[in-house]
């Protein structure tokens, strides 16, 4: 797989999931954002990675090691495995079968991540340290927090597969993109031309809101009609020169 062009993911950053959404929406994906991820801290700031993804299954007694012995927590555990091996840049994704009873990670596994250079962390389930994780400068999404330990009820089984995140198909590769409002999937084959159009976006709503902020009506406005895209690209052209 050859490797996403930085420029490409600096540009999905710089778009909000409401963009990308609706340029995903125009090639037919209907349904990309994690719907009820949410980040514990919203001021950890934008990201934009490659998926490295992680599954899980429920626990069960006969298959995880004794849970009142902590020092075995490190043994077979694919969990610490995908930690370990994610690399800097990349999105951890975790399948946790939108079950929120028992975390599918802490602040020190968040804090491992966070020193290698990972871009997020992101579970259809909960985290737990909540508190803590709130308080780091890295986007951590989830659909709530608890205090309950993983092996609980979730079991690791393997890594790098694809996924169900949030009820959204999840590929190793596909481009995560997140802001203060939640995740969206990126299929990786139209990273380059989402990023493009997205910024396009970007830019000609930003000039269409100073229009709605000034009294100007929806109709022939947003969407604009071909006066409005006429005083855009007129716009557009003063920005470029300035």
């Known amino acids: 797989m050859a490797p996403i062009a930085s420029q490409i993911l600096k540009k ?27 980040p514990l801290n919203p001021n950890a700031g934008s990201f934009a990675g490659e998926a490295f993804t992680l599954r899980f299954i429920p626990s069960r007694e006969d298959k995880d090691w004794d849970l009142s012995d902590l020092r075995k927590r490190g043994e077979d555990n694919m969990q610490w495995e995908a930690v370990e091996a994610i690399g800097a840049g990349q999105v951890l ?57 993983r092996p609980a009820y979730h079991r690791a089984v393997d890594m790098q597969l694809p996924i169900g995140c949030a009820d959204v198909a999840v590929y190793p590769g596909d481009i995560i993109v997140g802001d203060s409002d939640g995740v969206v999937v990126v299929p990786r084959a139209i990273a380059e031309e989402l990023a493009e159009d997205s910024h396009e976006q970007e830019l000609r709503e930003k000039f269409l809101f100073t229009k709605i902020d000034a009294g100007a009506p929806l109709w022939g406005t947003y969407p604009p009609n071909e006066t409005t895209l006429k005083e855009y690209a007129e716009w557009r052209a003063r920005q470029a020169a300035e």
């Open 12 to 38: 999905l950053k710089a778009c909000s999931t409401a963009t990308l959404t609706t340029q995903l929406f125009k090639r037919n994906y209907r349904q990309q954002f994690l719907v009820g991820v949410t």
């Open 93 to 149: 994704m975790i399948d946790s079968r939108n079950d929120p009873r028992a975390a599918s990670a802490g602040n020190m596994l968040m804090t491992r991540m966070m020193r290698k250079g990972v871009a997020a962390a992101v579970t259809d389930g909960a985290f737990r340290d909540g508190t803590e994780i709130s308080k780091m400068p890295f986007p951590a999404y989830c659909t709530a927090n608890t205090a309950s330990t």
